[in-house]
Protein backbone atom coordinates (compact mmCIF):
# COMPACT_ATOMS: atom_id res chain seq x y z
CA UNK A 1 0.00 0.00 0.00
CA UNK A 2 1.12 3.80 -0.89
CA UNK A 3 1.37 5.50 2.15
CA UNK A 4 1.00 9.46 2.39
CA UNK A 5 -1.39 11.49 0.60
CA UNK A 6 -2.20 9.99 -2.79
CA UNK A 7 -6.25 11.66 -3.08
CA UNK A 8 -7.85 8.25 -2.89
CA UNK A 9 -11.45 8.81 -1.70
CA UNK A 10 -14.17 6.86 -0.69
CA UNK A 11 -17.71 5.56 -1.96
CA UNK A 12 -18.96 9.09 -0.93
CA UNK A 13 -16.72 11.13 -2.72
CA UNK A 14 -14.43 11.54 0.61
CA UNK A 15 -11.09 11.62 1.01
CA UNK A 16 -9.68 8.59 2.45
CA UNK A 17 -7.39 8.96 5.60
CA UNK A 18 -3.62 9.42 5.05
CA UNK A 19 -1.82 6.61 5.76
CA UNK A 20 1.28 6.09 8.10
CA UNK A 21 4.09 4.00 6.82
CA UNK A 22 2.98 1.63 9.95
CA UNK A 23 -0.88 1.29 8.45
CA UNK A 24 0.67 0.32 5.00
CA UNK A 25 2.40 -3.01 6.52
CA UNK A 26 -0.69 -5.27 6.54
CA UNK A 27 0.32 -8.98 7.99
CA UNK A 28 -2.69 -10.69 7.30
CA UNK A 29 -1.34 -14.08 8.49
CA UNK A 30 -0.95 -12.36 11.51
CA UNK A 31 -3.61 -10.65 11.93
CA UNK A 32 -6.22 -13.91 11.42
CA UNK A 33 -4.07 -15.75 14.46
CA UNK A 34 -4.75 -13.06 16.96
CA UNK A 35 -5.50 -14.14 20.07
CA UNK A 36 -9.49 -14.05 20.54
CA UNK A 37 -10.73 -12.94 23.52
CA UNK A 38 -12.89 -14.77 26.44
CA UNK A 39 -15.75 -14.05 27.92
CA UNK A 40 -15.79 -16.47 30.90
CA UNK A 41 -13.81 -14.43 33.11
CA UNK A 42 -13.45 -11.00 34.58
CA UNK A 43 -10.65 -9.93 32.02
CA UNK A 44 -10.68 -10.72 27.54
CA UNK A 45 -7.10 -11.31 27.64
CA UNK A 46 -4.28 -12.64 29.97
CA UNK A 47 -5.38 -11.04 34.02
CA UNK A 48 -1.59 -10.76 34.46
CA UNK A 49 -0.48 -8.35 31.45
CA UNK A 50 -4.01 -6.64 31.60
CA UNK A 51 -3.16 -5.65 35.62
CA UNK A 52 -0.02 -4.96 34.76
CA UNK A 53 -0.91 -3.02 31.79
CA UNK A 54 -3.16 -0.63 33.59
CA UNK A 55 -0.98 -0.20 36.67
CA UNK A 56 1.32 0.92 34.21
CA UNK A 57 -1.10 3.23 32.10
CA UNK A 58 -1.88 4.52 35.27
CA UNK A 59 1.55 5.90 36.46
CA UNK A 60 2.14 7.23 32.91
CA UNK A 61 -1.11 9.37 32.64
CA UNK A 62 -0.15 10.49 35.86
CA UNK A 63 2.54 12.34 34.73
CA UNK A 64 1.12 12.98 31.02
CA UNK A 65 -1.54 15.28 32.41
CA UNK A 66 -1.55 18.13 34.76
CA UNK A 67 -4.69 17.96 35.82
CA UNK A 68 -7.20 15.03 34.88
CA UNK A 69 -10.74 14.76 35.67
CA UNK A 70 -13.71 12.50 34.84
CA UNK A 71 -17.58 12.89 35.06
CA UNK A 72 -21.26 11.46 34.53
CA UNK A 73 -19.36 7.84 35.73
CA UNK A 74 -22.60 7.29 37.58
CA UNK A 75 -24.49 7.21 34.94
CA UNK A 76 -22.52 4.10 33.33
CA UNK A 77 -25.12 0.68 33.80
CA UNK A 78 -23.32 -1.29 36.21
CA UNK A 79 -25.24 -4.55 34.93
CA UNK A 80 -24.89 -4.75 31.82
CA UNK A 81 -22.27 -3.96 28.77
CA UNK A 82 -21.48 -0.54 27.03
CA UNK A 83 -19.97 1.07 23.99
CA UNK A 84 -18.54 4.10 24.80
CA UNK A 85 -18.17 6.44 21.43
CA UNK A 86 -16.71 9.71 21.41
CA UNK A 87 -14.81 11.97 18.68
CA UNK A 88 -11.08 10.78 17.90
CA UNK A 89 -8.31 13.37 18.33
CA UNK A 90 -5.79 12.52 20.05
CA UNK A 91 -4.55 9.03 19.14
CA UNK A 92 -3.64 6.52 21.88
CA UNK A 93 -4.80 8.69 24.32
CA UNK A 94 -7.99 8.64 23.20
CA UNK A 95 -8.73 5.13 24.56
CA UNK A 96 -6.57 5.23 27.41
CA UNK A 97 -8.18 7.70 28.97
CA UNK A 98 -11.76 5.68 28.49
CA UNK A 99 -9.72 2.56 29.86
CA UNK A 100 -8.69 3.84 33.02
CA UNK A 101 -12.19 5.59 34.14
CA UNK A 102 -14.72 3.13 33.02
CA UNK A 103 -15.31 0.92 35.85
CA UNK A 104 -15.26 -2.39 33.53
CA UNK A 105 -12.37 -4.41 31.76
CA UNK A 106 -13.49 -3.88 27.75
CA UNK A 107 -12.85 -5.89 24.77
CA UNK A 108 -10.85 -3.85 22.41
CA UNK A 109 -10.69 -3.16 18.92
CA UNK A 110 -8.40 -1.33 17.01
CA UNK A 111 -5.86 -0.50 13.64
CA UNK A 112 -5.20 -3.92 12.11
CA UNK A 113 -1.13 -2.69 12.55
CA UNK A 114 -1.77 -2.35 16.49
CA UNK A 115 -1.35 -6.15 16.59
CA UNK A 116 1.54 -6.55 14.37
CA UNK A 117 4.12 -3.55 15.77
CA UNK A 118 6.97 -5.17 17.43
CA UNK A 119 6.37 -3.96 20.84
CA UNK A 120 2.87 -2.52 21.10
CA UNK A 121 1.90 -5.75 19.23
CA UNK A 122 2.68 -7.98 22.10
CA UNK A 123 0.64 -5.74 23.96
CA UNK A 124 -2.18 -5.44 22.21
CA UNK A 125 -2.27 -9.44 21.58
CA UNK A 126 -2.14 -10.03 25.59
CA UNK A 127 -5.12 -7.63 26.40
CA UNK A 128 -6.71 -9.54 22.73
CA UNK A 129 -7.30 -6.51 21.03
CA UNK A 130 -8.93 -7.47 17.66
CA UNK A 131 -7.67 -6.08 14.43
CA UNK A 132 -9.89 -4.15 12.26
CA UNK A 133 -9.35 -3.33 8.45
CA UNK A 134 -10.19 -0.33 7.53
CA UNK A 135 -11.47 1.08 4.11
CA UNK A 136 -8.16 3.55 4.07
CA UNK A 137 -6.45 -0.27 3.96
CA UNK A 138 -9.21 -2.09 1.69
CA UNK A 139 -9.79 0.43 -0.97
CA UNK A 140 -5.70 0.78 -1.66
CA UNK A 141 -5.22 -2.84 -1.89
CA UNK A 142 -4.08 -3.94 1.44
CA UNK A 143 -5.81 -7.29 1.35
CA UNK A 144 -9.15 -8.72 -0.86
CA UNK A 145 -12.58 -7.73 0.43
CA UNK A 146 -13.16 -11.11 0.86
CA UNK A 147 -10.45 -11.06 3.89
CA UNK A 148 -11.80 -7.68 5.54
CA UNK A 149 -14.88 -9.19 5.46
CA UNK A 150 -13.58 -12.20 7.07
CA UNK A 151 -11.30 -10.80 9.52
CA UNK A 152 -14.12 -7.38 10.54
CA UNK A 153 -16.72 -9.58 10.73
CA UNK A 154 -14.90 -12.30 12.87
CA UNK A 155 -13.34 -8.95 15.09
CA UNK A 156 -16.72 -7.37 15.69
CA UNK A 157 -18.69 -10.29 16.36
CA UNK A 158 -15.86 -10.73 19.32
CA UNK A 159 -16.46 -7.73 20.45
CA UNK A 160 -20.05 -7.92 20.31
CA UNK A 161 -20.04 -10.72 22.14
CA UNK A 162 -17.59 -9.31 25.07
CA UNK A 163 -20.05 -6.30 25.29
CA UNK A 164 -23.30 -8.70 26.00
CA UNK A 165 -21.76 -10.61 28.36
CA UNK A 166 -21.30 -7.45 30.39
CA UNK A 167 -17.54 -6.14 29.36
CA UNK A 168 -16.78 -2.77 27.93
CA UNK A 169 -16.22 -1.19 24.34
CA UNK A 170 -14.77 1.41 22.58
CA UNK A 171 -14.81 1.95 19.30
CA UNK A 172 -14.46 6.25 17.31
CA UNK A 173 -17.28 6.17 14.82
CA UNK A 174 -14.59 8.53 12.76
CA UNK A 175 -12.86 5.89 12.06
CA UNK A 176 -9.65 7.94 12.46
CA UNK A 177 -7.69 10.04 14.35
CA UNK A 178 -7.86 14.00 13.06
CA UNK A 179 -7.42 17.71 13.99
CA UNK A 180 -10.40 19.15 13.12
CA UNK A 181 -12.34 21.16 15.82
CA UNK A 182 -15.87 19.36 14.96
CA UNK A 183 -16.94 15.34 14.22
CA UNK A 184 -16.43 14.13 10.57
CA UNK A 185 -18.47 11.85 8.69
CA UNK A 186 -19.43 9.14 10.79
CA UNK A 187 -18.26 5.49 9.94
CA UNK A 188 -20.81 2.29 11.05
CA UNK A 189 -18.79 0.14 12.81
CA UNK A 190 -19.45 0.77 16.28
CA UNK A 191 -23.16 0.86 15.82
CA UNK A 192 -23.09 -2.28 14.24
CA UNK A 193 -21.00 -4.27 16.70
CA UNK A 194 -23.50 -2.48 19.55
CA UNK A 195 -26.51 -4.15 17.94
CA UNK A 196 -24.93 -7.51 16.64
CA UNK A 197 -24.37 -6.85 20.88
CA UNK A 198 -27.65 -6.26 21.47
CA UNK A 199 -29.10 -9.44 19.72
CA UNK A 200 -26.48 -11.65 21.37
CA UNK A 201 -27.85 -10.62 24.57
CA UNK A 202 -31.27 -10.63 23.61
CA UNK A 203 -30.47 -14.24 22.35
CA UNK A 204 -28.82 -15.26 25.47
CA UNK A 205 -31.33 -13.86 28.01
CA UNK A 206 -28.85 -10.56 28.83
CA UNK A 207 -29.76 -6.77 29.16
CA UNK A 208 -29.52 -5.09 26.03
CA UNK A 209 -26.06 -2.72 26.24
CA UNK A 210 -25.71 0.55 26.59
CA UNK A 211 -24.38 3.36 24.44
CA UNK A 212 -22.42 5.73 25.57
CA UNK A 213 -20.99 9.01 24.11
CA UNK A 214 -17.86 10.46 25.62
CA UNK A 215 -16.88 13.90 25.33
CA UNK A 216 -12.75 14.25 25.68
CA UNK A 217 -11.19 17.17 26.27
CA UNK A 218 -7.51 17.68 26.27
CA UNK A 219 -6.42 21.74 26.66
CA UNK A 220 -3.73 21.31 23.85
CA UNK A 221 -4.18 17.69 22.82
CA UNK A 222 -0.35 17.71 21.61
CA UNK A 223 1.56 18.97 24.51
CA UNK A 224 3.04 17.15 27.56
CA UNK A 225 1.44 18.09 31.03
CA UNK A 226 -1.75 19.30 29.26
CA UNK A 227 -5.27 19.45 30.67
CA UNK A 228 -7.67 16.52 30.59
CA UNK A 229 -11.32 15.61 31.32
CA UNK A 230 -13.33 12.86 30.41
CA UNK A 231 -17.04 13.54 30.23
CA UNK A 232 -19.72 10.54 30.25
CA UNK A 233 -22.50 11.51 28.51
CA UNK A 234 -26.26 9.81 29.02
CA UNK A 235 -26.96 6.87 27.55
CA UNK A 236 -28.61 6.24 24.54
CA UNK A 237 -31.38 3.24 24.48
CA UNK A 238 -30.99 0.71 21.57
CA UNK A 239 -33.73 -0.11 19.27
CA UNK A 240 -33.64 -3.56 20.87
CA UNK A 241 -37.07 -4.77 20.01
CA UNK A 242 -36.93 -3.69 16.34
CA UNK A 243 -34.40 -6.43 15.96
CA UNK A 244 -35.33 -9.00 13.72
CA UNK A 245 -35.41 -12.71 14.55
CA UNK A 246 -33.28 -13.90 11.89
CA UNK A 247 -29.90 -11.88 13.62
CA UNK A 248 -30.98 -12.70 17.08
CA UNK A 249 -30.70 -16.18 16.10
CA UNK A 250 -27.34 -16.14 14.30
CA UNK A 251 -25.65 -13.81 16.03
CA UNK A 252 -26.77 -16.01 19.40
CA UNK A 253 -25.72 -18.89 17.50
CA UNK A 254 -21.99 -17.58 17.20
CA UNK A 255 -21.91 -16.38 13.62
CA UNK A 256 -21.81 -12.97 12.29
CA UNK A 257 -24.70 -11.11 10.41
CA UNK A 258 -24.91 -7.19 9.61
CA UNK A 259 -27.52 -5.19 11.51
CA UNK A 260 -30.53 -3.96 9.36
CA UNK A 261 -29.34 -0.97 7.49
CA UNK A 262 -32.00 1.76 8.72
CA UNK A 263 -31.13 0.40 12.60
CA UNK A 264 -27.34 1.45 12.21
CA UNK A 265 -28.05 4.78 10.54
CA UNK A 266 -30.68 5.41 13.25
CA UNK A 267 -28.56 4.83 15.75
CA UNK A 268 -25.17 6.38 13.95
CA UNK A 269 -27.50 9.59 13.93
CA UNK A 270 -28.76 9.23 16.89
CA UNK A 271 -25.16 9.29 18.91
CA UNK A 272 -24.02 12.15 16.84
CA UNK A 273 -26.89 14.25 18.00
CA UNK A 274 -25.50 13.49 21.48
CA UNK A 275 -21.87 13.60 20.52
CA UNK A 276 -21.67 17.17 19.00
CA UNK A 277 -22.70 19.11 22.18
CA UNK A 278 -19.70 17.33 23.73
CA UNK A 279 -17.04 18.75 21.29
CA UNK A 280 -16.28 21.76 20.45
CA UNK A 281 -18.26 21.69 17.51
CA UNK A 282 -16.50 25.22 16.00
CA UNK A 283 -15.37 25.29 11.88
CA UNK A 284 -12.29 26.20 13.39
CA UNK A 285 -10.26 26.09 16.61
CA UNK A 286 -9.89 30.37 16.11
CA UNK A 287 -13.71 30.02 17.51
CA UNK A 288 -12.77 28.22 19.97
CA UNK A 289 -9.83 30.44 21.66
CA UNK A 290 -12.23 33.65 21.43
CA UNK A 291 -14.99 32.33 23.26
CA UNK A 292 -12.09 31.22 26.13
CA UNK A 293 -11.07 34.43 26.04
CA UNK A 294 -14.39 35.82 26.60
CA UNK A 295 -15.21 33.43 29.09
CA UNK A 296 -12.17 34.25 31.32
CA UNK A 297 -12.57 38.13 31.06
CA UNK A 298 -15.92 37.71 31.93
CA UNK A 299 -14.97 35.35 35.35
CA UNK A 300 -11.79 38.29 35.64
CA UNK A 301 -14.36 41.31 35.60
CA UNK A 302 -16.70 39.06 37.75
CA UNK A 303 -13.85 38.97 40.34
CA UNK A 304 -13.89 35.41 40.91
CA UNK A 305 -10.88 32.43 40.53
CA UNK A 306 -10.10 31.59 37.24
CA UNK A 307 -12.00 28.93 35.30
CA UNK A 308 -10.83 25.41 35.69
CA UNK A 309 -10.26 23.29 32.75
CA UNK A 310 -13.44 21.89 32.81
CA UNK A 311 -15.41 25.23 33.56
CA UNK A 312 -13.43 26.65 30.60
CA UNK A 313 -15.28 23.60 28.55
CA UNK A 314 -18.31 24.40 29.55
CA UNK A 315 -18.41 28.50 29.38
CA UNK A 316 -17.41 27.70 25.91
CA UNK A 317 -20.00 25.74 24.75
CA UNK A 318 -22.33 28.06 26.32
CA UNK A 319 -21.13 30.23 24.25
CA UNK A 320 -22.09 28.22 20.97
CA UNK A 321 -25.25 28.87 22.10
CA UNK A 322 -25.92 31.99 23.87
CA UNK A 323 -22.76 34.00 21.11
CA UNK A 324 -21.89 37.26 22.46
CA UNK A 325 -21.85 40.69 19.84
CA UNK A 326 -20.32 40.38 16.30
CA UNK A 327 -18.23 43.18 18.33
CA UNK A 328 -17.08 41.67 21.10
CA UNK A 329 -16.16 38.52 19.09
CA UNK A 330 -14.20 40.32 16.90
CA UNK A 331 -11.83 41.66 19.23
CA UNK A 332 -11.75 38.41 21.40
CA UNK A 333 -10.94 36.61 18.25
CA UNK A 334 -7.66 39.27 17.79
CA UNK A 335 -6.74 38.46 21.39
CA UNK A 336 -7.29 34.54 21.15
CA UNK A 337 -5.11 34.36 17.88
CA UNK A 338 -2.89 35.92 19.23
CA UNK A 339 -2.64 34.34 22.56
CA UNK A 340 -2.32 31.00 20.35
CA UNK A 341 0.76 31.91 18.25
CA UNK A 342 2.61 32.48 21.57
CA UNK A 343 1.16 29.19 23.05
CA UNK A 344 -1.00 31.48 25.68
CA UNK A 345 -4.40 31.07 26.09
CA UNK A 346 -7.38 33.21 28.20
CA UNK A 347 -6.05 31.85 31.67
CA UNK A 348 -3.25 34.73 31.14
CA UNK A 349 -5.36 37.29 31.56
CA UNK A 350 -4.59 39.48 34.81
CA UNK A 351 -7.08 39.93 37.30
CA UNK A 352 -8.36 43.27 36.33
CA UNK A 353 -8.92 42.19 32.91
CA UNK A 354 -6.34 45.34 31.63
CA UNK A 355 -3.54 42.85 30.28
CA UNK A 356 -1.79 40.10 31.04
CA UNK A 357 -0.74 38.51 34.38
CA UNK A 358 2.40 39.69 35.22
CA UNK A 359 5.37 38.18 38.12
CA UNK A 360 4.01 36.49 41.00
CA UNK A 361 5.61 36.04 44.33
CA UNK A 362 3.77 33.10 45.22
CA UNK A 363 3.97 31.15 42.22
CA UNK A 364 7.58 31.98 41.94
CA UNK A 365 7.94 30.82 45.02
CA UNK A 366 5.59 26.86 44.53
CA UNK A 367 7.70 26.45 41.08
CA UNK A 368 10.93 26.84 42.61
CA UNK A 369 10.18 24.49 45.33
CA UNK A 370 9.13 22.17 42.72
CA UNK A 371 12.95 22.92 41.04
CA UNK A 372 14.54 21.37 44.11
CA UNK A 373 13.60 17.84 43.83
CA UNK A 374 13.61 18.14 40.00
CA UNK A 375 17.30 19.01 40.29
CA UNK A 376 18.68 16.64 42.96
CA UNK A 377 16.78 13.64 40.72
CA UNK A 378 18.44 14.81 37.58
CA UNK A 379 21.15 12.33 36.81
CA UNK A 380 18.89 9.35 38.39
CA UNK A 381 16.54 10.97 35.92
CA UNK A 382 18.78 10.93 33.42
CA UNK A 383 19.79 7.48 33.95
CA UNK A 384 16.57 5.91 34.09
CA UNK A 385 14.61 7.77 31.32
CA UNK A 386 16.49 9.85 29.11
CA UNK A 387 16.48 8.04 26.36
CA UNK A 388 12.68 7.19 26.40
CA UNK A 389 12.29 11.12 27.25
CA UNK A 390 14.11 11.36 24.13
CA UNK A 391 13.00 8.86 21.80
CA UNK A 392 9.01 10.02 22.60
CA UNK A 393 10.09 13.41 21.66
CA UNK A 394 12.32 12.70 18.43
CA UNK A 395 9.62 10.63 16.91
CA UNK A 396 6.43 12.12 18.56
CA UNK A 397 8.08 15.07 16.79
CA UNK A 398 8.96 13.25 13.03
CA UNK A 399 5.85 10.79 13.16
CA UNK A 400 4.06 10.84 9.66
CA UNK A 401 0.37 10.33 11.61
CA UNK A 402 0.08 13.73 12.24
CA UNK A 403 -0.04 16.07 15.30
CA UNK A 404 -3.22 13.98 16.52
CA UNK A 405 -0.70 11.15 17.41
CA UNK A 406 2.05 12.99 19.13
CA UNK A 407 1.26 12.48 22.61
CA UNK A 408 1.02 8.64 21.94
CA UNK A 409 4.75 8.22 21.31
CA UNK A 410 5.56 10.33 24.57
CA UNK A 411 2.87 7.73 26.67
CA UNK A 412 4.36 4.61 24.71
CA UNK A 413 7.88 5.50 25.52
CA UNK A 414 7.48 6.78 28.89
CA UNK A 415 5.52 3.32 30.23
CA UNK A 416 6.78 0.58 27.93
CA UNK A 417 10.76 2.42 27.69
CA UNK A 418 10.50 2.27 31.46
CA UNK A 419 8.70 -0.96 31.94
CA UNK A 420 11.40 -2.72 30.44
CA UNK A 421 14.99 -0.64 31.00
CA UNK A 422 14.16 -0.09 34.79
CA UNK A 423 14.11 -3.75 35.85
CA UNK A 424 17.18 -4.26 34.16
CA UNK A 425 18.69 -0.95 35.49
CA UNK A 426 17.40 -1.64 38.97
CA UNK A 427 19.22 -5.39 38.02
CA UNK A 428 22.77 -3.82 37.12
CA UNK A 429 22.46 -1.53 40.18
CA UNK A 430 21.64 -4.30 42.66
CA UNK A 431 24.30 -6.56 41.07
CA UNK A 432 27.19 -3.40 41.61
CA UNK A 433 26.02 -2.94 44.68
CA UNK A 434 26.87 -6.47 45.81
CA UNK A 435 30.21 -6.80 43.79
CA UNK A 436 31.29 -3.26 45.64
CA UNK A 437 29.14 -3.42 48.66
CA UNK A 438 33.03 -3.54 51.24
CA UNK A 439 34.02 -0.70 49.10
CA UNK A 440 30.66 1.18 49.60
CA UNK A 441 31.32 -0.23 53.23
CA UNK A 442 34.40 1.20 53.95
CA UNK A 443 34.02 4.87 52.09
CA UNK A 444 30.65 5.52 53.27
CA UNK A 445 30.35 3.31 56.66
CA UNK A 446 27.10 1.44 55.10
CA UNK A 447 26.68 -2.12 54.68
CA UNK A 448 23.92 -2.29 52.18
CA UNK A 449 23.77 -5.73 51.83
CA UNK A 450 24.44 -7.03 55.00
CA UNK A 451 22.06 -4.08 56.94
CA UNK A 452 19.77 -7.06 57.89
CA UNK A 453 22.34 -9.53 59.18
CA UNK A 454 24.60 -12.05 57.30
CA UNK A 455 22.63 -15.32 56.58
CA UNK A 456 22.50 -16.00 52.83
CA UNK A 457 18.56 -15.18 53.28
CA UNK A 458 18.79 -11.32 55.19
CA UNK A 459 21.54 -10.61 52.04
CA UNK A 460 19.25 -12.11 49.40
CA UNK A 461 16.25 -10.07 51.29
CA UNK A 462 18.65 -7.00 50.88
CA UNK A 463 19.29 -7.18 47.26
CA UNK A 464 15.96 -7.75 46.49
CA UNK A 465 15.65 -4.33 48.87
CA UNK A 466 17.97 -2.37 46.79
CA UNK A 467 16.46 -3.36 43.78
CA UNK A 468 13.13 -2.22 44.38
CA UNK A 469 14.34 1.11 46.04
CA UNK A 470 15.70 1.72 42.69
CA UNK A 471 12.47 1.09 40.96
CA UNK A 472 11.10 3.56 43.10
CA UNK A 473 14.14 5.88 42.83
CA UNK A 474 13.09 5.76 39.14
CA UNK A 475 9.38 6.51 39.68
CA UNK A 476 10.21 9.11 42.02
CA UNK A 477 12.26 10.92 39.23
CA UNK A 478 9.83 10.87 37.17
CA UNK A 479 7.09 12.41 39.49
CA UNK A 480 9.97 15.28 39.81
CA UNK A 481 10.54 16.03 35.81
CA UNK A 482 7.05 16.11 35.83
CA UNK A 483 6.61 18.68 38.31
CA UNK A 484 9.52 20.08 37.22
CA UNK A 485 9.05 20.41 33.61
CA UNK A 486 5.73 22.32 34.76
CA UNK A 487 7.69 24.94 37.08
CA UNK A 488 9.67 25.13 34.14
CA UNK A 489 6.74 25.47 31.59
CA UNK A 490 5.52 28.30 34.33
CA UNK A 491 8.59 30.35 33.70
CA UNK A 492 8.45 30.13 30.55
CA UNK A 493 4.69 31.83 29.99
CA UNK A 494 5.87 34.39 31.92
CA UNK A 495 8.55 35.27 30.02
CA UNK A 496 5.90 35.07 26.84
CA UNK A 497 3.35 36.84 28.43
CA UNK A 498 6.15 39.89 29.27
CA UNK A 499 6.81 39.34 25.44
CA UNK A 500 3.21 39.80 23.88
CA UNK A 501 1.38 42.11 26.40
CA UNK A 502 2.33 44.83 24.48
CA UNK A 503 0.55 43.76 21.17
CA UNK A 504 -2.89 43.01 23.27
CA UNK A 505 -3.07 44.99 26.28
CA UNK A 506 -5.45 47.88 24.60
CA UNK A 507 -7.85 45.17 23.18
CA UNK A 508 -7.94 43.73 26.35
CA UNK A 509 -9.06 46.56 27.74
CA UNK A 510 -11.52 47.50 24.92
CA UNK A 511 -13.03 43.68 25.44
CA UNK A 512 -13.44 44.34 29.37
CA UNK A 513 -15.02 47.83 28.86
CA UNK A 514 -17.54 46.00 26.34
CA UNK A 515 -18.03 43.04 28.86
CA UNK A 516 -19.21 45.80 31.11
Not at 127 to 156: I, T, W
Not at 270 to 287: A, G, Q, V
Not at 436 to 459: C, K, P, R, T
Request: proline fraction near 5%; charged fraction near 25%; include cysteine.
Amino acid sequence: MKEGFDGARDEHGELLPVLSKSATKMKYDKLVNAPLPTFDKNYPGSPFFTELGYFMLRRTVNCQFRTFETTGQEKIPADRGSMCSAWHTNGLMDPVSIFLTHPKKFVVGGRHDLVTRPILGFWARKFAVQPVVRKAELLRGGCSEEEANYLNGRSLLNLATGISHGFGCALFPEGTSHSESHLIRLKTGPFRTVLAAAAHAKANGGKPPALIPIGLHFRTRHLFRTDCWIEYGDPIELPHEELPDELIAKVGAGDWMEPPADLVTGLRDKLKENLEPLTPNRETYSEVNRDSVIAHAQRRIQNKPRLTWREEVLEVRRLRSEPASPEIQEIATRIGDKLAEENLDGRDINSNCSGLRGFSLSGSILNLLKLVPFILFMPILILCMGWQIAMGRILGDKTDEGLDARTSYHMLFGMFGSMLWWPILATIITLLTIVFNSEIDSEFGYDLIGIYGVAIWQEIFAGVSVWVFSILLFWLSGVSFANGWDAVSDFAKWNRRMKTNSSVRSDIAKLRDLLN
